[in-house]
Each structure stands twice: as C-alpha cells, then as structure tokens.
Antibody, heavy 122, light 112 residues
Framework: EVQLVESGGGLVRPGGSLRLSCAAS????????MSWVRQAPGKGLEWVAK????????YYVDSVKGRFTISRDNAKKSLYLQMNSLRAEDTAVYYC???????????????WGQGTLVTVSS | QSVLTQPPSVSGAPGQRITISCTGS?????????VHWYQQLPGTAPKLLIY???NRPSGVPDRLSGSKSGTSASLAITGLQAEDDADYYC????????????FGGGTKLTVL
C-alpha cells in the first residue's frame, strides 16, 4: 500500500523555524517528484513546493521563497520541508503528496499524507 | 483570490446530477494544461478524483466525470449520494508563475 506519513508539526513563535518530515512507503520513492501542499484553517489548498526525483529541480510558491527549503533523502525514502522565518500566515495543515504525470508541468497529486498542523503564534 | 475560480457552493438532492465549474485563463487551462480534481471529506486529506481532465483513478465510480473546454473545466457527479457531501478542488499549472501549481478556491457540495 502506498503511504505517506508526515511529522514535525507543532506550535512555533513568529520568526521561528520548524522542519517537517514525510516518510514514504509502498512505492519506489526515488522515481517520483514529491511536493508539499498546505491548507490554512477553513481555507483552500495552496501548493508550496515540489522537488524532482534526484533533487536537481526545485520550485516554490512565491510566498515562501527564501524562507522554506524542500529536500529529500532517497535512501531514507523521506521528504523534508525546512521552514524558517515563520509568519502567522504560514499557519496551516501541511500535506506531503506524491507527484504524478509525465512531465514537470502537467502534474497531479496522488496520494496525499494525512497532514501535520503547523501553528505560528506568539 | 485563487487563480482558478470555482463556485463556493453547490447543492443537489440524492439521485440528482450536479456540475462544478473551474474557470481559468490563457496562462493555465486555456494554455492547454490539464485539469485535475480532488475531493476532501471533513477532517481528512484530499483524494484524487479525476486526473488529466477526464481520467478516473481505479476505485473512483463512473458517476464522476470531468471535462475541459477552452479556459474552463467541469466536474460532473450523477446519481448524487450522501457520501458525496464534501469539498471539491480543481488544480492545474500556470505558466505565468515559475513552477507553479494552482488550485481553485474549492466548492462545498451539499447533498440535501
């Protein structure tokens, strides 16, 4: 069974840092792009970042550029999101998702992890 | 303000047919990029319903279908059931934003 399990969420003060992890199982992790998508409380979905199979291509939504870093360890079948300089507006459930599709553009997400809540508040 | 526009809510009685629209522009759907649809039940992670405009993953019933034309796409659900009561999101790619995946704002489907 394909499974993604996020961890690392929690309460952090504005300006603080947090590192999210996503453990993958049930598929060949190194063969897929991976992504992070977030959802603020009561709001819609927002794509955050994606990383190529070997980590050689990385993309971010403008609002997190320079603050967040996506990375992966294919040997550990794990995806990470290092979040620095956190703001109140970064408060959200963060989902890890496997990227599917034949190229770098027309991608979709399947499956998704259960999510981990990040709360940025003083 | 989402790049892709969806109606905030739609509703229908059990057994009826509903559609949810997803309107984009010339830099995303209108540029030929595929549209994908997700269902999110309360308190759970999104689940893929339709990929590449009109393809259903295994396990998704054929009561659900997708279509795309011009700068818009639609998700249709026939034979509405109580279990369809959920939030639905469309997703595509936008070439005006580097590497950017874009989502619609979401539509709450209420089964009356």
């Amino acid at each position: 069974e394909v499974q993604l399990v996020e961890s690392g969420g929690g309460l952090v003060r504005p300006g603080g840092s947090l590192r999210l992890s996503c453990a993958a199982s049930g598929f060949t992790f190194s063969s897929y792009w991976m992504s992070w998508v977030r959802q603020a409380p009561g709001k819609g979905l927002e794509w955050v970042a994606k990383i190529k199979r070997d980590g050689s291509e990385i993309y971010y939504v403008d609002s997190v550029k320079g603050r967040f870093t996506i990375s992966r360890d294919n040997a550990k079948k794990s995806l990470y999101l290092q979040m620095n300089s956190l703001r109140a507006e970064d408060t959200a459930v963060y989902y890890c998702a496997r990227v599917k599709g034949s190229d770098a553009l027309d991608n979709w997400f399947d499956p998704w992890g259960q999510g981990t809540l990040v709360t940025v508040s003083s | 303000q989402s790049v892709l526009t969806q109606p905030p809510s739609v509703s229908g009685a059990p057994g009826q047919r509903i559609t949810i629209s997803c309107t984009g522009s010339s830099s995303n759907i209108g540029a030929g990029y595929d549209v994908h649809w997700y269902q999110q039940l309360p308190g759970t992670a999104p689940k893929l319903l339709i990929y590449a405009n009109n393809n259903r993953p295994s396990g998704v019933p054929d009561r659900l279908s997708g279509s795309k034309s011009g700068t818009s796409a639609s998700l249709a659900i026939t034979g509405l059931q109580a279990e369809d009561d959920a939030d639905y999101y469309c997703q595509s790619y936008d070439n005006s934003l580097s590497g950017s995946v874009v989502f619609g704002g979401g539509t709450k489907l209420t089964v009356l």
